[in-house]
């Protein structure tokens, strides 16, 4: 149990501290109690955010329990009412002395190599606590230095001090049991099982809280020293958890993130791509200066000038033939620059920040929100209508799983697939495409059809006793299956708001800030604060649009018809990352100019006319509005590489070269006029952001009302086999994880997931690729047999080195089936 | 007429010849040897090797860190496995001092865990452009004769770059007295292992030569 866990305690426990007559709170460990009252006990093996083991023995002080003193594990010792308790007694300095020349004995002194050199714990304690001097003479005991225990983490088992911090993490917190103590004795050692990598998603979190440098991170290997770094407080844009993180830098280079103990967010943990997705802004593919396309020749260096000129010219047409993709990547600053640009100064309302594989914007914006603690708060029930958590948003993945284990928390799962939390899940409801809406309408008492019929009935039941309406619901919304409409996923949405008054949701979206970007009206049909465009006064914009825009699937249709000219990519990358290649491909090659505010060529900014480099992550100051509509700072670190530019002043910028005033040259200034236009962040103290702990979560209430009608049938079982599952993987073959070396090569091969008993019903033999049969659209793909796979689906990431699952989705399809058989002759 | 005094002065020293003289670096024959250097006479800085060639240096930046003048710049780097620089894993990948910033105070010969860098008692150098004052590290490395590596811009007399690491040999482990005479440190590659100099326990007549030796009490230690 950790401090924050019981705050509001105030019976307190009264015992004595160093002579000092203080109160500790119920259940409350010593370490914690003595941490409160400024009284430090050393320690290795104790993590505030873990279950106490006392390993390393280097918390023992002096305890009266009223027999004499006695020598106790401050960590593993809950305060009981009138001990007494001495940290500076002789037996306590003498316990410590020992503990650190034992712990020395094998430590070898590897301190001026050692990456934790300078922020040791080991060496701190010693310094403070040890004895000067060691008694030991003998050989010490010798491993093969570092070894990679995965590619991201190399381990040093001479240096360890076994204690447990490392495969306590794995295990308990998340969930991935792959590093454990082997051997006996003086020969005990931490290690990998063998052929199994530790290949967590949180396999740096590991690095982080080893007290010595036995747990390196491989990416800031001799990188830098500890004095060299410079910090500040920031989130990280990865995806929409918004972990709070400290981001490093020396020389003016991002050299290391670290998790940042937040309470209400990550509470110090990070994903892997949270933590090293950083090296992204070294790469040597940094567009650094603006790239311009003269005649049809190929993309030629330019000045800034020339740049905005020429794009400033393709946007001053009709503003109905006028997009804009993307905004995810973006701060809201930089979100909030480039709405007033399109919506308010050019004046089209095609704007859409997600592609196609987000939630419909009136959905993520108008349903009442959850903050992460009110999900994870004890005793509550969670339903996961959305994608695997550990797959998509891995910082809210161990906030729930800590939640279930230790917390009592129950999860229902309404997925198409079983999800990293189904072990721990009190009911499962794995619904084929297309079925979850009824599903969940049949979680109503006396409600019955035939999607929830062909669900096991003890989970239907067990589903329905969670929600009886006796403990506290909330949603943990996203989109699970890129292969079926989220047509399904509103419907299942308004059933749960029909059963469960009151219940909140967490909108899982995977994309950055995109929850930031629809809150800044970077979506048709919004104005930022969450308004709706149709009569919406904004004083401090030359005009709104007057129609409502497409999304991104209307706006790829309208552009691969023709009616569109200029599409703008705000970091979107269609090309590789819109559901549907083909219909992408005609649209981007379709309109006459594309403009793209990036900071790599990438696919699709190698078919743009324009490129105007962008600034990334730790390269500008702004801010973050997390899933649960927190607001956190997102701060620079170093400056950006060449000419390239914060979002906001590239949108200013171009105002410029279209002869307009924006309104605001300085971050102040587009602050207020955010702050006064966008009602949600009226409250918003700009100024003391950097410094609010956890940042403060606004207020989104909407004036208007989102509702929804009766859930649709599902599309009946065509002549085609399987319906397809398609979501995410962590690592893919996004721009972010290609252009970080050490991510490059994590992505797995793409692969087809089967259920043994369709394996077996369509006759594929190992060894021989399956073919895949949409609509006469073949692919050949390798398969697997999974029985985790719901029977009569497939399921396949996207974006996955090997085949391109794209070219079997048709945006505005509701569900995808397909025909699998066996490939014809040898591979 | 205050301005005819201002004149009056300029006249009146007229006459009185030149004091300033030309520094002739021991150029001028034998009336212009150039003065015995102390023993302690901080230098510009070399990077030492090991006897078998190996350098020194770990590239651990704790010189630079503790650098008053910020004037080190040192990056580490992974030692090639088939052909180390250095002992151990990690290497001076980068190495570089701005004379132009150094103060020659050897906090960075104190802080140096493995004798890489001291300084010798070579002072005669001047540079004519920026570039020049920031010596790198294949400057700084000594040679396979494990002496200093001459630069353009600097002067020197034969034996002069004997002296590498005098200071260091001087100072005993942990600066005790108990050490004297006890070789605390390794060998270096031209040398191997050298002789321990004369240190805290010195003969009388060695000590008078040091100015605060008679008066080394308590109630003085304000002024060391």
């Avoid at chain 2, 040398?191 to 060695?206: I, K, N, S």
């Amino acid at each position: 149990m950790t401090a924050t866990d019981n705050p509001q305690t105030t019976t307190g426990v009264p015992f004595t501290l160093n002579g000092k007559a203080v109160e500790a709170r119920k259940d409350e460990l010593l370490i914690d109690a003595a941490d409160r009252h400024g009284v430090h006990i050393p320690r290795f093996c104790y993590h505030p955010r873990m279950n106490p083991v006392g390993m390393c023995r280097m918390c023992l002080v002096d305890v009266d329990m009223g027999r004499g003193p006695g020598l106790q594990p401050a960590c593993m010792m809950p305060v009981t009412p009138d001990i007494k308790v001495d940290t500076e007694s002789e037996a306590t300095k003498s316990a410590q002395d020992g503990v650190l020349e034992f712990l020395l004995i094998n430590h070898p002194l590897d301190c001026p190599v050692c990456d934790k050199g300078g922020e040791c714990p080991l060496q701190d304690n010693t310094l403070s606590f040890g004895p000067g001097e060691s008694r030991f003479v003998e050989e010490k005991r010798h491993y093969e230095k570092p070894i990679p225990i995965s590619p991201l983490v190399d381990l040093d088992r001479e240096r360890c001090i076994l204690c447990d911090r490392c495969t306590r993490f794995a295990k308990e917190v998340a969930g991935d049991p792959l590093i454990h103590f082997i051997g006996r004795g003086a020969q005990t050692q931490v290690n990998t099982f063998p052929d199994h990598p530790f290949s967590s998603y949180f396999s740096g979190n590991t690095v982080q809280i080893c007290p010595v440098g036995a747990l390196l991170a491989q990416p800031y290997r001799f990188k830098a020293r500890p004095w060299d770094l410079e910090t500040v407080e920031s989130t990280s844009a990865v995806d929409t958890t918004g972990a709070r993180v400290l981001v490093q830098s020396s020389r003016n280079q991002l050299t290391r993130i670290l998790g940042l103990d937040s309470d209400a967010v990550n509470w110090g943990w990070l994903s892997d791509k949270d933590r090293f997705a950083y090296q992204v802004t070294e790469s040597e593919n940094r567009v650094t200066e603006p790239m311009l396309r003269r005649g049809g020749d190929d993309l030629t260096p330019s000045r800034w000038s020339d740049a905005t000129k020429t794009a400033a010219r393709a946007l001053r047409g009709d503003p109905a033939r006028v997009a804009v993709l993307g905004g995810a990547r973006l701060n809201i600053e930089g979100q909030y620059a480039w709405a007033k640009l399109m919506k308010g100064v050019i004046g089209t309302d095609h704007v859409d920040c997600q592609l196609s594989d987000g939630l419909p914007a009136p959905m993520a914006l108008g349903l009442p929100r959850a903050t992460i603690n009110q999900v994870c708060a004890p005793g509550g029930v969670v339903v996961l209508l959305g994608p695997d958590p550990k797959e998509e948003l891995p910082t809210l993945y161990l906030r729930l799983r800590h939640a279930i284990v230790e917390d009592g928390v129950s999860l229902i799962e309404l997925t198409p697939r079983p999800t990293s939390l189904s072990d721990l899940a009190a009911a499962r409801l794995h619904c084929v495409p297309g079925t979850v809406g009824q599903v969940a309408a049949a979680l109503a008492p006396g409600v019955s059809n035939e999607s929830a019929d062909a669900q096991p009935a003890d989970q239907m039941t067990a589903a329905r006793a969670l929600l009886d309406g006796s403990r506290p619901v909330t949603v943990v919304l996203g989109r699970a299956n890129l292969a079926e409409s989220a047509r399904y996923t509103a419907d299942a949405v308004g059933a749960l708001q029909r059963l469960v008054p009151g219940v909140t949701f967490l909108p899982a979206l995977r994309r950055g800030n995109v929850l930031g970007g629809l809150e800044m009206g970077l979506t048709a049909g919004f104005l930022p604060g969450g308004v709706r465009r149709a009569g919406a006064n904004f004083p401090a914009w030359p005009f709104v649009p007057d129609f409502d825009g497409k999304d991104a699937d209307g706006i790829m249709r309208a552009a691969a018809n023709g009616e569109i000219d200029t599409i703008v990519l705000l970091g979107a990358d269609p090309m590789e990352d819109y559901p549907d290649a083909a219909l992408a491909k005609a649209a981007l090659e379709r309109v006459s100019t594309l403009i793209a505010v990036d900071a790599f060529v990438t696919s699709s900014a190698a078919e743009a006319d324009v490129i105007l480099p962008a600034a990334l992550f730790g390269e500008s100051d702004g801010s973050f509005l997390n899933l649960e509509g927190r607001l956190s700072p997102m701060l620079a670190k170093v400056t950006p590489p060449g000419q390239a530019k914060a979002d906001w002043m590239v949108a200013v910028e171009l105002a410029t070269a279209l002869g307009i005033d924006l309104g605001f040259v300085t971050l102040a200034e587009l602050r207020a006029e955010l702050s006064s236009m966008a009602t949600t962040f009226a409250s918003v103290d700009w100024n003391r952001l950097a410094s609010a702990d956890d940042g403060p979560v606004l207020p989104l209430k909407r004036q208007w009302v989102l509702e929804f009608g009766d859930a649709a049938t599902p599309p009946a079982p065509s002549s085609y086999g399987l319906r397809l599952v398609v979501d995410h993987k962590l690592w893919d073959q996004g721009t972010m994880a290609q252009e970080s070396p050490s991510l490059a090569g994590l992505a797995p091969p793409a692969l087809l997931h089967l259920n043994p008993a369709d394996v077996e019903a369509l006759g594929l033999s190992e060894g021989t690729p399956a073919i895949i049969d949409r609509d006469g659209a073949t692919l050949e793909a390798p398969w697997v047999a999974d029985p985790s796979v719901v029977p009569r689906t497939a399921r396949m990431a996207i974006r996955l080195p090997g085949f391109d699952v794209r070219s079997l989705l048709t945006v505005g399809r509701s569900v995808t089936n397909i025909l699998i058989r066996a490939a014809g002759g040898t591979h | 007429m205050g301005y005819l005094e201002g004149f009056g002065v300029t006249f009146r020293k007229w006459g009185e010849g030149v004091t300033t003289r030309q520094y002739l670096g021991g150029r001028g024959g034998s009336s212009d040897q150039k003065a015995p250097k102390p023993e302690r006479l901080h230098g510009r800085h070399v990077l030492n090797r090991y006897e078998d060639g190996m350098e020194k240096c770990i590239g651990c930046e704790l010189c630079a860190g503790v650098c008053p003048a910020r004037c080190i710049y040192v990056r580490g780097a992974d030692n090639p496995p088939d052909e180390p620089r250095s002992p151990g894993e990690r290497y001076g990948y980068v190495y570089e001092i701005n004379y132009l910033r150094c103060i020659h105070c050897d906090l960075c010969v104190e802080a140096c865990p493995t004798e890489a860098i001291t300084e010798t008692k070579l002072f005669e150098f001047s540079f004519t452009n920026r570039a020049d004052a920031i010596y790198t590290k294949d400057e700084l490395l000594v040679g396979d004769d494990g002496k200093p590596q001459q630069l353009p811009w600097e002067d020197w007399r034969s034996g002069e770059d004997e002296h590498t690491s005098a200071w260091m040999r001087a100072t005993a482990p942990a600066g005790k007295a108990a050490y004297e005479g006890v070789v605390g440190w390794s060998g270096e590659l031209g040398y191997g292992v050298r002789a321990p100099e004369l240190g805290q326990t010195a003969p009388p007549d060695e000590a008078d030569r040091e100015s605060g030796a008679h008066d080394d009490h308590d109630d003085h230690g304000g002024h060391h």
